[in-house]
């Protein structure tokens, strides 16, 4: 008989035990200076961020759909428009092109990285095409070259959702200065995340990066001037000051993430399940390890019951979604998003994660195809 460990999905109070002491003076210190409109986390935020993106300009944001949604309006992205996006991706994807009155266009995925598919972006391009945006997927970057040639034949914008990619590429072409503009999430589980709701965008633009300020504080650039419909996107000034703390250990978790995905390579070699294809090793930052699984669903449950927090990223591709069912999408439209949506499983996979526990899980893993 195995004991039965914990390992969750995702472990928080891990991170935050090991930097207490700076969080807390950091937040702390918010406390004490009460400059909580864009203050000065913020802006130093905006600074370091962009400089660890190689990006000319960072934009805070509320939350990584505030910056999807903004980067969007800032590109005029309106009623009548159509933004090409992959269906193997966070429901916020789509929702932004919704919430700007525009129509998603949602294409598949190819089989490798599993994010969009440069050869269905091609074919999905119309004239009222505004935008295409690539997710870089669990971590890894999308076919930025291929997706690059294909936007710029077809004379629209590239937009990265780089929300599950704090770090993804070489430090000289890093996820967030590989397209015209890129959207970022800093929710508490992603790689880089705050304590609460918080996101960003980076551009080499400066004017669009103008625009973006523009619209996160309601269309104003000067106080009590409002030049254009806005909304409030601010990020705040509390979640600054943490991601402040965070952000200079980022390339040593990301490392780690790194070495547990080839741990996982090697302790579950030799089972049914399809390891996910690693096209540049420096480059992905592993926001998950997801696997397809055969009989993920009962794979899941037996983790579960073994005290593992396996979870499933995404189980209905957007396209199928009940909310955009007037798009008119049908099972079976997208073949490999499909498939994914079906058999993908994310074992526990963060910085944190001790040797023992990934063994736990593998050993699991292992017991359920030979019970099977
Ligand atoms: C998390 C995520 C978002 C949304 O970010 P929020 O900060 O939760 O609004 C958007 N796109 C992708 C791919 C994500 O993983």
Redesign the pocket.
């Known amino acids: 008989m195995t004991t039965v460990m914990s390992v969750p999905l995702v472990d928080l109070r891990a991170q935050y035990d090991s930097l207490r002491d700076q969080i807390r003076a950091a937040v702390l210190d918010v406390f004490e200076h009460m400059h909580l409109n864009l203050g000065p986390n913020v802006r130093a935020f905006e600074q370091e961020f962009a400089a660890y993106c190689g990006a000319a300009e960072c934009v805070g944001v509320g939350?990584?759909?505030?910056a999807?949604h903004v980067a969007l309006r800032a590109l005029d992205v309106g009623p009548g428009d159509e933004v090409v996006l992959p269906a193997h991706?966070?429901i916020?994807?789509a929702e932004a092109v919704a919430l700007c009155g525009a129509r998603p266009v949602i294409v598949d995925v190819e089989p490798a990285r599993r994010s969009i598919d440069p050869a269905e972006v091609a074919e999905a391009v119309t004239p009222r095409t505004r935008a295409v945006i690539a997710?870089h997927?669990h971590g890894q970057l999308a076919d930025m070259d291929a997706l690059r040639r294909a936007c710029e034949r077809a004379g629209v914008p590239l937009v990265e959702?780089a929300?599950?990619a704090q770090g993804a590429g070489r430090p000289d072409r890093r996820a967030g200065s590989l397209g015209r503009i890129a959207c970022f999430?800093?929710?508490y589980s992603?790689n880089l995340g705050a304590y609460g709701?918080a996101?960003a965008i980076t551009t080499n633009d400066p004017h669009l990066a103008e625009r973006v300020r523009q619209i996160r504080d309601h269309g104003s650039s000067r106080r009590y001037r409002h030049d254009e419909l806005g909304m409030n996107a601010r990020l705040d000034e509390l979640q600054a000051a943490v991601l402040r703390v965070k952000l200079p250990h980022l390339e040593r978790w990301n490392e780690r993430r790194r070495e547990l995905a080839d741990r996982y390579r090697a302790l579950l070699s030799g089972t049914p399940l399809e390891l996910p294809a690693e096209l540049d090793r420096a480059g992905h930052v592993y926001h998950h390890f997801a696997p397809l699984a055969p009989e993920r669903d009962r794979l899941l449950a037996y983790l579960q019951e073994h005290g593992v927090g396996a979870g499933i990223h995404y189980p209905v591709p957007v396209h199928l979604q009940p909310v955009f069912a007037d798009l008119g999408y049908r099972e079976g439209s997208l073949p490999v998003a499909e498939r994914v949506a079906a058999e993908t499983v994310s074992l526990p996979l963060y910085p944190e994660l001790t040797d023992e526990q990934q063994e736990y899980v593998a050993e699991r893993v292992r017991a359920f195809y030979r019970e099977a």
């Open positions: 939350s990584g759909t505030d999807l991706t966070f916020a994807t997710v997927i959702d929300a599950q999430s800093f929710y992603k709701e996101g």
